[in-house]
């Protein structure tokens, strides 16, 4: 699989989504975001982007991207929320082992299994170059561990040219990067944005109206509908799926 590094956006931006709210709520609507009123509800909208972002692993938020940037073994991966896998493009390079005993999968896509860091430091760091890649010697990464930060990750065997530093793929959960301008769409499906209204509409409600009624209902709705995107939408894989509660579900 190519690595795809795909952009999720709304068709509404950031004043649409305030005068959506504003509506709601039954307040007039804005031209711009200069009044109080207008300023308060796009924060509101910001932090419900966030708040969205660390609620869930969305299936929209799932990307394959390479590392920004390699030194040495460490890869670093820019501005993520989550590393979820590693794996390495093996389709055409010979199968062998080095003298550390390090083996590789003879094609198709190799999953590089994460281990701890005591155990990674256990065994010699090995470097490998592009000319090894398809002479017999089957050199690529067969662990990772964390480097002492969320984006950088350690790798070993490790490649020391681009073609095989292209090959490995990083399977991340990107962060989401609230609206900033009046015209900036949010990093969201469309579908999404009707949990932003019931949260903006929750808080603006609460804040700016003192209306406790209308923020309790508005809350209501919020919770209900995040429910139904969890169930329908989180990025969770077929094995965990069980009606058990705490027990892990084979399928095969």
Excluded at 68 to 76: D, K, P, Q, R, V
Excluded at 82 to 91: Q, V
Aim: glycine letters at 6%.
């Amino acid at each position: 699989m190519a690595a795809t590094n795909q952009t999720v956006s709304s068709t509404t931006n950031l004043l649409g989504a305030v005068n959506i709210v504003l509506a709601t709520i039954g307040e007039r609507g804005v031209t711009n975001l200069t009044s109080p009123t207008a300023a308060k509800c796009a924060q509101v909208l910001r932090d419900a982007t966030q708040e969205l972002s660390n609620m869930n692993e969305w299936s929209w938020q799932y990307n394959i991207i390479p590392a920004l940037s390699w030194s040495n073994e460490n890869a670093y991966l820019g501005d993520i929320q989550r590393l979820k896998a590693i794996t390495c493009n093996t389709t055409a390079i010979g199968t062998g082992s080095n003298s550390a005993g390090i083996t590789t999968a003879s094609n198709g896509f190799a999953r590089v299994g994460y281990v701890n860091p005591p155990d990674f430091d256990s065994l010699p760091l090995v470097g490998y170059d592009d000319s090894t890649l398809n002479s017999g010697q089957g050199l690529v990464p067969r662990m990772y561990t964390a480097a002492g930060g969320y984006n950088t990750f350690r790798l070993n065997p490790y490649p020391t040219g681009a073609q095989g530093q292209a090959q490995i793929q990083f399977y991340v959960i990107k962060p989401l990067v609230s609206p900033t301008n009046p015209t900036d769409t949010f990093p969201m499906p469309e579908r999404f944005l009707q949990l932003l209204y019931y949260r903006g509409s929750q808080v603006m409600c609460m804040q700016h109206l003192d209306d406790q009624n209308a923020a309790q209902f508005f809350m209501q709705q919020y919770q209900i509908l995040t429910q139904q995107f969890r169930d329908r939408e989180r990025n969770m894989p077929t094995d965990a799926a069980t009606m058990f509660r705490y027990r892990r579900a084979r399928l095969f």
